[in-house]
Antibody, heavy 121, light 107 residues
C-alpha cells in the first residue's frame, strides 16, 4: 500500500525549532519529488516547500524562506522539514505529499495524515 | 505569483443535484491544475489531475474541464459522501497556490 506517515509535530514556544519527518512506503521514493503543505486551524491549504527526487531543486514559500529547510534521505525513504524561528502563524497541520509531475500525472497525488504543530508560549 | 480564486465560496445543495465549482487563475497555467476534496479532520484527496483526468478510484460523477485560466469541477449527481470542502491547486509555477476552497453542505 502506498503510504506517507508524518511525525514530529508538537507544542513549541515562539522562536523555537521542530523537525518534522515523513516516512514513505509502498512506492519508489527516490523517483518522486516531495512537498510539504500546511493548513492553519479553520483555514485553507498552503504550499510550504518542494524538493526534487535527487534534492537538486528546492523551493520555499516566501512565508517560510530562511526559516525552514526541506531535505530527504532516499536510502531511508524519508522526507524532513526543519523548522526554526517558529512563529504563532506557523501553527498548522503539516502534510507531506507526493509529486508525480515527472510521470505526467499531475501533482500531490498521495498525502499523509498530517502532524499538528502548535507555536505558543 | 499566480493567484487562484474559487466560486462560490460555499453552496448548499441536495442529494442528486448537479454541482459546479469554478476556479480561475490570475494568469495562464495550461492544464496544470488539480482538484481536491477534504473532509473535516482528514487529509485532502485528489479527485482530478491535469484539469480533466479522473484520479483512479474516484467515482465518475466527478469531472473536470478547462485550460488556461478558467477551470470547473462538476459533480453530476451529489451523493451524501460528497459533502466536503473542495480546493483547486495550480502547479504550473512556484509558488504553487491553492484556491481558497468551496464548502459544499446539505441544503
Amino acid at each position: 500500500e502506498v503510504q506517507l506517515v508524518e511525525s514530529g509535530g508538537g507544542l513549541v514556544k515562539p522562536g523555537g525549532s521542530l523537525r518534522l519527518s515523513c516516512a514513505a512506503s509502498g512506492f519508489t521514493f527516490s523517483s518522486y519529488s516531495m512537498n510539504w503543505v500546511r493548513q492553519a486551524p479553520g483555514k485553507g491549504l498552503e504550499w510550504v516547500s518542494s524538493i526534487s527526487s535527487s534534492s537538486s531543486y528546492i523551493y520555499y514559500a516566501d512565508s517560510v524562506k530562511g526559516r525552514f529547510t526541506i531535505s530527504r534521505d532516499n536510502a531511508k525513504n524519508s522526507l524532513y522539514l526543519q523548522m526554526n524561528s517558529l512563529r504563532a502563524e506557523d501553527t498548522a497541520v503539516y502534510y507531506c505529499a507526493r509529486d508525480p509531475r515527472a510521470l505526467l500525472q499531475g501533482a500531490f497525488d498521495i498525502w499523509g495524515q498530517g502532524t499538528m504543530v502548535t507555536v505558543s508560549s | 505569483d499566480i493567484q487562484m480564486t474559487q466560486s462560490p465560496s460555499s453552496l448548499s445543495a441536495s442529494v442528486g443535484d448537479r454541482v459546479t465549482i469554478t476556479c480561475r487563475a490570475s494568469q495562464g497555467i495550461r492544464n496544470d491544475l488539480g482538484w481536491y476534496q477534504q473532509k473535516p479532520g482528514k487529509a485532502p484527496k485528489r479527485l482530478i489531475y491535469a484539469a480533466s483526468s479522473l484520479q483512479s478510484g474516484v467515482p465518475s460523477r466527478f469531472s473536470g474541464s478547462g485550460s488556461g485560466t478558467e477551470f470547473t469541477l462538476t459533480i453530476s449527481s451529489l451523493q451524501p459522501e460528497d459533502f466536503a470542502t473542495y480546493y483547486c491547486l495550480q502547479h504550473n509555477s512556484y509558488p504553487f497556490t491553492f484556491g481558497p476552497g468551496t464548502k459544499v453542505d446539505i441544503k
